[in-house]
């Protein structure tokens, strides 16, 4: 298995809603990260664990909560989104750290926030 | 801090014709050095990547890049340009230990 898989592909929900994205993978690859892509613009990196262990947040607010159960799933927990959260929200795992092989990316989930 | 700079926010060349993606970095250390592939409503697809050793790299698709630390640059060819080519590719290089930062990426279109 070479893949990093996301769901929901598609997701709309109200500024009052809470929501989650998840993201798996099998290939025994130990940092993941999210990464936010909005229309026509670069991803920007959001969050690092490394070893299951939050290792970066780029000052992310806090309606963002990301969780690592273990070395397979990654989870961002959504809740009070604005609608300038509405973009694409891109998982992606590496060996160890993006040194190693560059990360493996997820086809993302579209979030649109109403 | 390290950065990319893609020069060309959209290039368009014939099928056929020979494909050239600029990018420029900025470092203070020897980089490490990223071309991505996006297509339409996917996630991204590592091409190639540069460490050390050979300047020369070879990719996925036919693709290629060398890096020219005199030039501070890291230029994404391929030889014959195929419909399928079409897509945003993105420069990226790792700053600090873990974090890849994307140059603004850009768009390749194919003309029949």
């Known amino acids: 298995d070479t893949e990093v898989t996301q769901t929901p592909k598609h997701l709309v929900m109200g500024m009052t809603n809470k929501k989650s994205l998840k993201c798996e993978q099998h290939m025994g690859h130990r940092a993941m990260y999210w990464y936010k892509q909005k229309a026509k613009k670069p991803p920007e990196l959001m969050f690092v664990y490394s070893y299951e262990k939050l290792s970066i947040n780029e000052s992310v607010p806090s309606r963002f909560s990301p969780e690592c159960p273990n070395s397979s799933l990654l989870n961002l927990h959504l809740h009070a989104l604005q609608p300038e959260d509405s973009a694409l929200y891109l998982c992606a795992s590496s060996v160890a750290g993006v040194l190693d092989l560059g990360n493996t990316f997820g086809s993302g989930t579209r979030l649109t926030v109403v | 801090a390290q950065s990319v700079t893609q020069l060309g926010s959209h290039v368009s060349v014939s099928e056929g014709a020979l494909v050239l993606l600029r990018c420029n970095y900025s470092?203070?250390?020897?980089?490490?050095l990223f071309w991505y592939v996006q297509y339409p409503n996917q996630g991204l697809q590592l091409l190639l990547k540069y460490t050390t050793g050979a300047t020369l790299v070879k990719g996925i698709n036919g693709f290629e890049a060398e890096f020219k630390k005199s030039e501070t640059s890291f230029h994404l060819t391929k030889p014959s340009a195929h419909m399928s080519d079409a897509a945003e590719y993105f420069c990226?290089?790792?700053?600090?230990?873990?974090?890849?930062?994307f140059g603004q990426g850009t768009r390749l279109t194919i003309n029949p």
């Open positions: 990226a290089v790792i700053q600090g230990a873990q974090k890849l930062v």
């Open positions: 470092s203070s250390v020897p980089p490490y």
